[in-house]
């Protein structure tokens, strides 16, 4: 049943919520404007990246997504410009990097043994991760 104490308590949480939301939002989107000088890739063209690009508007910091599927590879990332790239591509460029990982943070230990190149930080988009972005240095 739903009375007034219960209206209330879902308002408050609500808007806390949307608070937590916009100040990570802001968190997230310093973390890049920080890092504009390194290549920032995300492994994994799966469907919680794509709700993590596009909930913290930040397609316009990623230059690819790596993925091993071969059915997506050289294609775009839903709705953006980004093109989703395969690991031996990843490999190939040279500069500083920044890898998210966009798998299950169980995997991200194998994933940063496959993807592991000089010059790349590892970061998650899962609030779980120890390697979670906004845990970042």
Known sequence: MINNNNIFKITIYSK?????????KKKIRDFFLDRTDKKIFIFGAGHLTNTFVHLNSISQFIDFIIDDSIKKRGMFFPNTKIKI?????????RGDKICLIGA?????NKII???NVENCKFY??????????LKYD
């Open 85 to 93: 790239i395969s690991v031996n591509d990843y490999k190939k460029i």
């Open 113 to 115: 043994k496959r993807l």
């Open 104 to 108: 299950n943070p169980s995997n991200e």
């Open 124 to 133: 998650s988009i899962f609030l779980n991760s120890k390697r979670y972005i």
């Open 16 to 24: 806390d919520f949307k608070k937590k939301y916009y100040e990570n």
